[in-house]
């Protein structure tokens, strides 16, 4: 039983360029969080998504951030024209229909040079 | 907004002790409250969660309590070990307009040997 795939691991920008962090939930789960956590911090809620929905973006900065989850493949959150103050890990949780219970994905790290 | 504050934000004990970690959430709408423990690099990890309608809940040396009143929950960890030195996230989420879980700051655990 896969758990929550994300990839890249590590992802290396310049600044100005976009960032593709991809995730693919646990078997059997179609909803979908994305956090940020910078360095000696906590979990920032950034998007809550299902299958074709986003259902809550709250936590997503109103430029150059978005996200999607399509009908097939995985969950992507996409950072146009990173700045360094993007670096951090970005990690995603899924969770089943109709539980609560988020399992993480290992993370993407992402540094902006 | 919803909010969570967790304290202590570092905690160090000897090995042996026990350790107490304490959170108090806004949202009264809160119904589920998920423990995670993060080691260095690692993804977040569920150790134990707890439902509104539950005063407390053991696992082994871990347990929560919550007082639904106060809004407070707290997690117990008796006997610590060397491999409990993690930071612990507690977090909140309701129903309410889907799944959103809010986290508190995190607790940094020492354990001395």
């Known amino acids: 039983n896969a758990g929550v795939m994300q990839n890249p691991r590590h992802l290396v920008r310049r600044r100005g360029q976009e960032a593709r962090l991809r995730c693919s939930p646990m078997k059997g789960h179609s909803h979908v969080y994305w956090y940020r956590q910078l360095p000696e911090e906590g979990l920032k809620f950034m998007v809550y998504l299902q299958k074709e929905n986003i259902i809550d973006e709250s936590g997503m900065p109103k430029e150059r951030f978005s996200a999607e989850f399509p009908k097939e493949g995985p969950s992507i959150l996409r950072i146009q024209q990173v700045v360094r103050g993007d670096s951090a890990a970005y990690f995603c949780a899924s969770s089943h229909p109709s539980l609560q219970e988020q399992y993480f994905g290992p993370g993407t790290r992402l540094t902006v040079t | 907004g919803e909010n969570v504050e967790q304290h202590p934000s570092t905690l160090s004990v000897q090995e042996g002790d026990s350790a107490v970690i304490k959170c108090t959430y806004s949202?009264?709408?809160?119904?589920?409250f998920p423990w995670y423990k993060q080691e260095l690099g690692k993804r977040p990890q569920l150790i134990i969660d707890?439902?509104?309608?539950?005063g407390e809940k053991k696992d082994q040396r871990i347990a929560v309590t919550l007082n639904k009143t106060a809004k407070h929950f707290s997690l117990h960890i008796t006997e610590t070990q060397p491999e409990d030195s993690a930071v612990y996230f507690c977090a909140a989420s309701s129903q309410t307009g889907g799944f959103k879980t809010i986290f508190g700051a995190g607790t940094r655990l020492f354990v001395k040997a």
């Open positions: 707890i439902r509104s309608n539950v």
């Open positions: 949202d009264s709408a809160s119904n589920y």
